[in-house]
């Protein structure tokens, strides 16, 4: 299997600096900032700095040193977004779009981290 990583998308931008973005954590191998058009209170978006372009891309190829860093750093904003549902806080959901049939819109790896309200369904039935 070979991916194609286009370096032209805004996230990649973003990790060259050449667009601003709303910084959450950054460590040596991930990056974490709010989504500029947020659906909840709380909605981050965590990416690895590699260029993978979706989460199997990641998970098939990246180092484990970076998924350590990546899983940990995303563990670590939901505790400092205070959504972990212990101590009376209501908990989270996590989602990646990958490929056209979840309208990845940014073709460069990213976790979704929302929270800070009642989420609902995980999904809209139908379709
Ligand atoms: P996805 O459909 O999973 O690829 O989602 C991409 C997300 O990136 C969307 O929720 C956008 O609102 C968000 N987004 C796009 N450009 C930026 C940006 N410059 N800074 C922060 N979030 C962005």
């Given at each position: 299997?070979?991916?194609d990583y286009d370096d032209q998308n805004?996230?990649a931008?973003?990790?060259?600096?050449?667009?601003?973005?709303?910084?959450?954590?950054?460590?040596?191998?991930?990056?974490?900032?709010?989504?500029?058009?947020?659906?909840?209170?709380?909605?981050?978006?965590?990416?690895?700095?590699?260029a993978?372009v979706?989460?199997?891309?990641?998970?098939?190829?990246?180092?484990?040193?970076?998924?350590?860093?990546?899983?940990?750093?995303?563990?670590?904003?939901?505790?400092?977004?205070?959504?972990?549902?212990?101590?009376?806080?209501?908990?989270?959901?996590?989602?990646?779009?990958?490929?056209?049939?979840?309208?990845?819109?940014v073709p460069h790896?990213?976790?979704?981290?929302?929270?800070?309200?009642?989420?609902?369904?995980?999904?809209?039935?139908?379709?």
């Amino acid at each position: 299997m070979s991916y194609d990583y286009d370096d032209q998308n805004i996230f990649a931008k973003i990790l060259r600096g050449e667009i601003p973005n709303d910084t959450v954590l950054e460590t040596e191998h991930s990056l974490a900032f709010r989504d500029i058009q947020p659906h909840a209170p709380v909605h981050v978006l965590v990416i690895p700095k590699g260029a993978y372009v979706s989460f199997d891309h990641f998970a098939a190829e990246a180092d484990p040193v970076e998924i350590v860093d990546f899983t940990r750093a995303l563990g670590r904003i939901c505790q400092t977004e205070n959504v972990c549902p212990v101590d009376g806080h209501e908990g989270y959901r996590l989602l990646s779009n990958a490929g056209p049939a979840a309208n990845q819109e940014v073709p460069h790896m990213h976790m979704h981290l929302v929270g800070g309200h009642s989420l609902g369904a995980i999904l809209p039935r139908g379709g």
